[in-house]
């Protein structure tokens, strides 16, 4: 009888799932590699694996899907950027898409949207519809599912709960020029910031604060460098996963309609997901420390309203205006 020492077993089962790894990845006809920013504790990221899973099955492994999260691929904009150069297949990106269209500022109005309830309504009806077609045909990116995200809420190492304690403070925003008006207005400095450097900006004292949904502040350790969530709520919304437009041209009318049906199999799991992880985040986020702090949000809706209304594009001003009045 011939016998193998742990060792020597330990490396011929590795050699194995490497062979099996390869094959699976030959066997492919297409792969698709999705990059986006979130960690693997995320929500979009379970989604993101949700959605190869589904996609790989009913294609019988035809079409394989590699998920890169943590910026591993590249950041939002580089990624959009790839896309449109065929470089990259797919990623998750929300508002940032306002810089080729316009429409997309929606996404993420300051206090347009009441509840998730009213998001679902705006992000599923009429208004979603001309958001993603307008998308598709200026930025060559395709939204094929949208995830939910928490409300975006102030960090900092301070309480503040009202405009006039943010004292030109420096603060990180996404490359978004409604952010940039809007917390200008509310009296911050706010400071363009690719995500993956706003832990080291926190830390190195660069900007003094950030703010985003309590899920990315969990899973990007912000706990570590900050010590209140001052409850702004200022944004409610939604994120889409997209796949490039040349990339959909190129696939048969069958397998886009498995590629939809796997998105649509995701978004439901993300937001299964995301419901469970929201009252777990933040007592997590209490326990490791950070302080919660109820903030007079009507004091930043109305601070904020006039540089909302003035910053978007004309062309979705009367939209805006009619959010804001429901």
Same mark, same amino acid.
Request: charged share 25%; hydrophobic share 40%.
């Given at each position: 009888m011939i016998t193998l020492n742990r060792r020597r077993f330990a490396a011929l089962a590795m050699a194995c799932l490497t062979a099996a790894s390869a094959l699976t990845a030959s066997a492919a006809e297409l792969t698709l590699k999705l990059g986006h920013l979130a960690n693997e504790q995320n929500s979009w990221h379970k989604a993101s694996l949700k959605f190869a899973e589904e996609l790989e099955q009913r294609t019988q492994g035809r079409i394989a899907v590699e998920v890169f999260p943590n910026d591993s691929l590249g950041r939002e904009m580089d990624l959009i950027n790839g896309m449109q150069l065929g470089t990259v297949e797919m990623t998750i990106t929300g508002e940032s898409l306002q810089n080729w269209a316009p429409m997309a500022a929606l996404l993420a109005i300051p206090y347009a949207y009441r509840s998730l309830e009213h998001m679902d309504e705006v992000a599923a009806g009429e208004i979603g519809e001309k958001i993603k077609a307008q998308i598709i045909e200026r930025a060559q990116v395709r939204p094929i599912a949208y995830f939910a995200r928490g409300p975006r809420n102030l960090t900092a190492n301070r309480a503040i709960t009202n405009p006039g304690e943010l004292n030109r403070m420096r603060l990180r925003v996404p490359n978004v020029p409604l952010f940039v008006d809007t917390w200008t207005a509310l009296g911050a400095q706010p400071t363009p910031m690719a995500?993956?450097? $706003?832990?080291?900006?926190?830390?190195?004292? *660069?900007?003094? #604060?950030?703010?985003?949904? +309590?899920?990315?502040?969990? *899973?990007?350790?912000?706990?570590? /460098?900050?010590? !209140?969530?001052?409850? *702004?709520? !200022? +944004?409610?919304?939604?994120?889409?996963? *997209?796949?490039?437009?040349? +990339?959909?041209? #190129?696939?048969?009318?069958?397998?886009? #309609? !498995? +590629?939809?049906?796997?998105?649509?199999?995701?978004?439901?799991?993300?937001? @299964?997901?995301?419901?469970?992880?929201?009252?777990?985040?933040?007592? =997590?986020?209490?326990?490791?420390?950070?302080?919660? $702090?109820?903030?007079?949000?009507?004091?930043?809706?109305?601070?904020?309203?006039?540089?909302?209304?003035?910053? /978007?594009?004309?062309?979705?001003?009367?939209? $805006?205006? =009619?959010?804001?009045? @429901?």
């Open positions: 995500f993956s450097e $706003v832990f080291t900006s926190l830390q190195n004292g *660069t900007i003094d #604060g950030q703010e985003n949904p +309590v899920a990315l502040i969990q *899973t990007a350790s912000l706990n570590e /460098v900050q010590s !209140h969530v001052n409850l *702004t709520e !200022h +944004v409610r919304s939604w994120i889409y996963l *997209t796949i490039a437009e040349q +990339v959909w041209q #190129g696939l048969s009318e069958e397998d886009q #309609g !498995h +590629v939809m049906e796997a998105a649509r199999i995701a978004q439901e799991y993300e937001r @299964q997901q995301f419901l469970q992880d929201e009252d777990a985040i933040r007592a =997590d986020l209490e326990a490791k420390s950070m302080s919660f $702090v109820e903030v007079d949000q009507k004091a930043f809706a109305d601070a904020s309203r006039e540089a909302v209304i003035k910053s /978007v594009d004309e062309s979705i001003r009367p939209i $805006v205006e =009619d959010l804001f009045k @429901q």
